[in-house]
């Protein structure tokens, strides 16, 4: 059972709101006149505890629900499905506004922007338990032909190039990746880097992107779950674009890499 932090930052503001709101409209009033009456003998009345403690918290989780929900939000990496481009431990950010605004909790869209670009690394509702998040690449948007064999991408029946770039040096947590074949892709405008282990079966696959759905791979081929196995990635699953590493923690690699801090992601 996956935790779901965007309904508890609701519930939180909310509940914290309403206490403040109420004791605002029908007990501080009478507090106020109270107060007055007991100001010659230089008494002060204390808030209620719980009334304090809403008061205090409440801004903190309007704003922390506002960033997260509609501006950026945080994300571990727990796999290495997209290596080489995110190593396991890394967390980043990703951008909330730029596939349009969404309501929390109940994920309704209500501004349109922008809709995903091929090459872009997207965080998204898992179609098959939209409580668990995942991340890939978008190789395939509505109305391509997609299609993976052979270790090769064909978007509309053109193979999308890759050049070989040598032998992958793993560490920490992602070693068993040591020595498999890394390879620049060439994806549109966006060249990227991409895993292929060359005596591993790879899931093979023909098909057309549906209107409102994207198509999406894991930047380690031979080691990803991702559109070859379960299908396509509908807009309304869609959570945001990631950009930027902000911290890094592989306890298996000496705890913090903090060359990785701060990287912008293609």
């Known amino acids: 059972m996956n935790f779901d932090f965007s309904a508890l930052l609701v519930f939180l503001t909310l509940i914290s709101g309403l206490i403040w709101l109420i004791d605002s409209l029908f007990f501080a009033p009478a507090r106020n006149k109270l ?3 007991v ?20 801004p903190i989780f309007l704003i922390v629900l506002i960033l997260r929900s509609f501006i950026f939000e945080p994300f571990k990496i727990p796999s290495g ?25 109940l994920h309704s869209k209500i501004i349109e922007n922008e809709t995903p670009e091929r090459g872009d690394i997207a965080v998204f509702r898992y179609p098959e338990d939209p409580s668990i998040p995942f991340i890939k690449r978008v190789v395939g948007l509505p109305g391509d032909k997609i299609s993976y064999y052979d270790k090769t991408l064909y978007i509309n029946d053109l193979s999308v190039t890759q050049v070989l770039n040598g032998r992958y040096n793993a560490t ?16 549109g405008g966006v060249e990227h880097e991409i895993l292929v282990t060359p005596n591993r079966h ?10 409102g759905q994207y198509f999406v791979l894991g930047d380690n081929r031979d ?3 991702d559109s070859r196995f379960w299908g396509f990635v509908p807009d309304e699953n869609l959570v945001g674009r990631a950009f930027m590493i902000w911290m890094n923690w ?13 990287t912008i992601i293609k």
């Not at 920490?172 to 994806?187: F, N, Q, W, Y």
């Not at 592989?250 to 801090?261: A, E, L, P, S, Y």
């Open 81 to 105: 499905s997209m290596m080489p481009t995110l190593l396991i431990g890394d967390f980043i950010l990703v951008n909330k506004y730029d596939y349009g605004i969404r309501l929390p909790v």
């Open 202 to 211: 790879s899931q093979e696959v023909e098909t057309i992107v549906p209107d």
């Open 35 to 37: 107060e007055q009456i």
């Open 39 to 58: 100001s010659e003998g230089k008494e002060t009345l204390t808030l209620p505890l719980i009334v304090e403690y809403a008061k205090s918290f409440f």
């Open 172 to 187: 920490g947590s992602g070693i068993a990746m040591d020595g498999v074949s890394l390879r620049i892709e060439k994806l």
């Open 250 to 262: 592989d306890g298996k690699n000496g705890g913090v890499d903090f060359k990785r801090i701060g």
């Open 223 to 225: 080691n990803s779950k």
